[in-house]
Structure formats: structure tokens, C-alpha cells
């Protein structure tokens, strides 16, 4: 099994910063692209920014220049920080990952974390 621990959420004023992380834990052999999602109130989920094991990155045009992505390889762990936040930011922000859990095998799983809250307030 495996575990996706979300934490760095919280309430912060429009132009402040936020850091969040997500540490992968459990059957682990590899992990592949982790992600950040978000889900706005009365919102589809969208992609906010993945990064790739070898650390090709994605960002949202919403986010450009305001958020970075980042991984630590050796802690399973990806990171979110987030400066310049804006009141539509608000959302719950979830952790993803693609993960092979048995070295040979060519199975890749995908899993979500718990969700973590952010509220910009204006």
C-alpha cells in the first residue's frame, strides 16, 4: 500500500506565500511524476504543476511565475511553493503521484492524497 501525506495548507492574506508538501510512503520502488491538483469551490479539479522523475516541469498559465514545483527524490516528498497567492487560488490542493511499487514490474499506479486546504482571502 501506499500513502500520500499532505500537510501546508491554511488561511493567508492575498500576496502572502505558502509551502506545501506531500511525502509518499509505503511499497515504493520508484516514483514517477508527482503532481499537485486543485479544486476550487463549485469546480472541476485541474492540474496545477507536475514534475517528472527526471524533472521536466509543468505548470498551469494561471500559475506562472507565482508557484514552483520541486521534489526530493531521496524523501519520496514533492513540494508546492506558492507566493504571490490570489483569492482565486482558493482551493482544496491534492497530491498525485505515479508510482511503481516492485522493482521489474512495468505497473505504474496512481494515487491521490487526502487533500489540503488553502484560503486567500482579499
Known amino acids: 500500500q501506499v500513502q500520500l501525506l499532505e500537510s501546508g495548507g491554511g488561511l493567508v492574506q492575498a500576496g502572502g506565500s505558502l509551502r506545501l508538501s506531500c511525502a509518499a510512503s509505503g511499497t515504493i520502488f520508484m516514483v514517477n511524476v508527482m503532481g499537485w491538483y486543485r479544486q476550487p469551490p463549485g469546480k472541476q479539479r485541474e492540474l496545477v504543476a507536475s514534475?517528472?522523475?527526471?524533472?521536466?516541469?509543468y505548470y498551469a498559465d494561471s500559475v506562472k511565475g507565482r508557484f514552483t514545483i520541486s521534489r526530493d527524490n531521496a524523501k519520496n516528498t514533492v513540494y508546492l511553493q506558492m507566493n504571490s497567492l490570489k483569492p482565486e487560488d482558493t482551493a482544496v490542493y491534492y497530491c498525485?503521484?505515479?508510482?511503481?511499487?516492485?522493482?521489474?514490474?512495468?505497473?505504474?499506479?496512481?494515487?491521490w492524497g487526502q487533500g489540503t486546504q488553502v484560503t486567500v482571502s482579499s
Open positions: 514534475i517528472s522523475g527526471g524533472g521536466e516541469l
Open positions: 498525485n503521484a505515479a508510482i511503481t511499487p516492485v522493482q521489474g514490474s512495468s505497473l505504474l499506479y496512481r494515487y
